[in-house]
């Protein structure tokens, strides 16, 4: 019983068939491949305008690159304190954008909200020469709690730091995940929305190594592929990444593996709340459950051989704190977590009923 | 017929069983995975001596990756002036090393003597203050030229580097090549020979992505974690790696196929020096045929549909010039290219004398 | 009535002095001259051991370069959210650091507690992977709300920061007037207290452009001149910031300067709370006053033409709220600010009690 | 006799006049105030037009802001081999510009033709991924051999380079000296023969640190006050610089300047030539004066106590060569070297004949 991460997972067989496929004879390489501009043309579908797309093999490059892209060196990136941009990629935005700061805003399920923004931009003077300046703001969708932006939600967003010309960018490993709770079109909740520059997220979706950076507005990726190249993540033998994206784009198959992922998260996070012994610290909305863990129940997880992540608790919403010796749990499906295996991680939850 | 680059080419078949034979459940992720530790104990085996080894996804990550670990943002590296590293990557030494200086020296073969390596030290004042400090000397094995390094000229190589304190790298993108040529063990080519840190290639030996910076001192590889996380090179399916090195390295399979491709690289040089009318820019010595190609010949080239990249001539050795209209064409040989190509290739550069 | 900043000042006349002393003859140059090297006598004089110093035209330029050498490009400093280095700098420190993460807290006053240090820490795993890693802490002192450090306050924090090996800076660019304020030694203040490296200030208490970073333990300064050089910071005539220090540093001309500063800032304190109207945002302990101003004390100061700053309101203390209307005001006194000066300044403020 | 460098020279008196009259009161702090206004206006008259003027502190600063404000961090700057952004900046264009490359070109008396710009932008192809686009020509004006170019030079240089749509910086650290040698106009030796941003030199000229970077299209400035203060060159007391301009300037004093240390250099060029014994590695066009010195004559002049520095030969002119024992000497004048003790030196040279 691993929840650890939906990165503990392997590839889907689809992708894996991609590849396979993909591995016929000589191909150009450094991207020109057939593969990757298939690639690009799904995505061109998928967002119903032409983009332009960046494949690298890791989500920390492809945020990296795009905020880069979306900053000078003396610029900020408005982001939630806890955000992957922030907290957990060592620092990449910093090292790819040559050093501009990342100011980091508190918030309940990791989301920020507009007056947050608003308040955050009012503390640096435009144009001063003293203050680094404000050009991006970077959400996550779905959050790092598993939450997610309604559409009007990340519009507001847009609204709050338009006046002071921040672009948008959303950082979406788990784009999938999002998209399938929320119903909409990938359009609806990228540019039509307000973002203009999306990390497409295939890793932890069924993919091995496949990330795309995405600019809505092609005119603005004009020095991308320097930087790419640079960072070392121009791969030579580029149809890697494009059959997975091939494997993962074909038929929809992408939105399979998230909805399956996320229903798993669903009945997991159902049975929490039914049982009654734990209680949610965010609201599932993807395909991640964070359950408050009593000590007992952190025992009976062990004893189960459930594995999972401890979590900061410094989103925890207004109103929801820990006990003596609770923590938060992670619990974190993939696509080809079995209901199976689920079932049998709610028996270990709701065991003291019995 | 396709001769523009051995990263044209796809995968192994053995590299892609061993992909899908890693598609086996969960796995830790960030390179704690079990194929990954296989992969470094196979490094340690072939190098015969505890190393510490970090996986990456191309040449170019691996290399300026392992250039910033040995410099300082103030030191400078020697290396040839068409070495992959100084002309070939975009600057991506630079940027991983905030700014070191790559000083390229010219040389035949794209060869480095130990008295150029002397003569160029000379002019950098040790401990001085306004100039940068050499602090490493970056060698490529099999060069780009397709020329090797003797065991003898790498150890001179270090022997003039070392008064100075220089690290000894290898740009080992064609490792393999350079070693089935020689007939050494890895380790004398390496470490013995004074190579501190290697670039370890597998992408252009059959693999899809899959680069090693290896450590000979792993007490100097410290800081190299931070480094590749930062850099966004560390995967979180890092197994997708791991795995393709066990397929390259398990039973020599690695050495199989670069004596392949070697031996189609010898088959045209023999045949183009047999034939008369091309003559070779740069003994043959890996897998890589350099013909100086003749407006006719050109012509018969591209009628029989042979595809390969015309080269830089700075490298000739003294003596040997191009004629009005001549140019130095690169064949690469690669570790699935058929006999019958090549000897269809060599057809056209024979078909005058029938 | 300029009390905008002590930046507004000129130089002290014996700083002038003793640059036209200086300016005598041929000297050597970047930083080997006498002028220099005396400066660095007076430095290990004042702090009672070696040190190693080097002199740089800015304070940012100080400041930076002390963070620089004190973390790597994957490293974090801790500090206060309002510091200079965190919001004065335009990125300053992540530019010379090449990426590095400044990590700003808040707290009443501009003050750090040790608390507050560890609870930070506590947020990053120490050598885990994937978080840019603590290295050092900086504090203000005098901090930018005029408020001081008691020497038993910074030994706690080094207390705080010492379990993690973080170093800690000091930003001294009010050095002068924290130690006249104290009344302690200069190695009390510093060294004695767990300071590693401190910039010392001296352009805002008399000097044009003269700034130190002093490293109390001098093996840590090997790089230190490469960093400055590199950075432009190593003038050609480096005698003209040797000279300077010159005039500040002999017959402890620099103590008397900050006195009269903080006697300044001390009488219209003692006013502001006396007369009733004003209450402070802190308490008066260096050479700046921060009274919260009504309307009607705004355009009173406004009609009499006292120029000062707005202040952000970030950091009052707990309990301490502006009304509507209110704004916090600094007005900051320097070396040859006249008690004439301040004393019609009182009268503006006590003019509605007349 | 000290003719190490012109930067061993202090402050002439009419620089110290004027920092002794900026030393007056209050004034806006980082450039905005009075005096920085008068030298960015002086600059305006000097050069026929709107300019935009940074100034800052050291030579190394002003190239390195002007280079990072020409080119990309992917970038390259095409320059002479020993010129001083190449070889005496301690890799400060590096840092500043964040990693892009510099392309040193050989050249006789460190000057570049236009055919080798031609044949260096002829190794780099426009737009491709793999290798840095250069974006820049960096030349100096005097060059560090003490020669010159001519108007039609540097024109033929803009010519070369603008095909590639390359900006062409000049280094003045020299700049008067070059100047009133041409006897143009700083209109004509600048933005009438193609420069589009010039670090004009004033301590080489008889200030004490004062360098300004002027760009003759105020548009592309539009980021420099941000690259400036992030780099700690914007001066809080910025009338320091803004004053030593002011006397430099004022009445054409830093012509008259240049002229005396151009005249001394003459006077021992002339000598060197007459005197038959010496003969001259390059014209002397400035205010330096390189002999090659014989065995004997370098013992004379050690004997005579006379300070330079033994110089670089790469940069001989074809069919110039030191014979066993002999080596180049760089004797520098300023502003301020007494005719006598220029008379004196060649006594030393001519000692022989008498």
Chains 1, 2, 3, 4 share one sequence.
């Not at 057939?34 to 579908?45: G, L, M, N, P, V």
């Not at 997610?148 to 967003?157: C, F, M, V």
């Not at 995405?214 to 592929?225: G, T, V, Y």
Request: aromatic share 8%.
């Amino acid at each position: 019983m691993n929840f650890i991460s939906d990165n503990t997972a392997g590839a889907s067989p689809r992708v894996m068939a991609a590849i396979a496929a993909a591995n016929d004879g000589a191909a150009s390489a450094y991207g020109s491949d057939t593969w990757t501009k298939q690639a690009e043309r799904r995505f061109a579908e998928i967002f119903e305008r032409e983009v332009a797309v960046f494949l690298v093999t890791s989500g920390t490059a492809a945020n990296a690159l795009a905020l880069a892209s979306l900053t000078r060196p003396w610029g900020a990136v408005i982001t939630h304190e806890e955000s992957h941009v922030a907290d957990d990629e060592c620092g990449a935005p910093e090292f790819f954008s040559d050093g501009a700061k990342l100011i980091g805003l508190p918030g309940a399920g990791n989301k920020l909200s507009p007056d947050q923004v608003t308040q955050a931009l009012g503390r640096f003077r435009e144009g001063a020469l003293h203050q680094v300046q404000p050009q991006a703001l970077s959400i996550t969708q779905a959050t790092e709690c598993g939450t997610i932006y309604t559409l009007d939600e990340i519009r507001a967003l847009k609204d709050a730091a338009a006046p002071r010309g921040l672009s948008l960018h959303m950082d979406g490993a788990r784009f999938a995940n999002a998209l399938v709770t929320l119903g909409c079109s990938p359009a609806e909740m990228t540019w039509k929305a307000g973002i203009d520059v999306l990390s497409f997220g295939g890793t932890k979706n069924g993919a091995w190594a496949a990330e795309a950076v995405i600019f809505f507005d092609p005119a603005k990726a004009s020095e991308m592929k320097w930087r790419r190249k640079r960072a070392g993540q121009t791969l030579s033998k580029g149809r890697l990444i494009g059959a997975q994206f091939e494997g993962l784009l074909a038929d929809g198959h992408w939105l399979d593996l998230a909805r399956h992922a996320n229903a798993m998260a669903s009945k997991l996070a159902g049975a929490v709340q039914a049982g009654g012994e734990a209680r949610l610290a965010w609201p599932c909305q993807a395909n991640e459950v964070f359950p408050i863990l009593s000590p007992a129940l952190q025992q009976r997880l062990q004893v189960a051989g459930a594995a999972y992540l401890p979590w900061s608790d410094r989103a925890l919403p207004a109103g929801l704190s820990l006990a003596e010796g609770e923590i938060v749990g992670r619990f974190v499906m993939s696509f080809e977590t079995p209901a199976e295996v689920v079932e049998q991680l709610i028996g270990v939850f709701d065991a003291p009923r019995g």
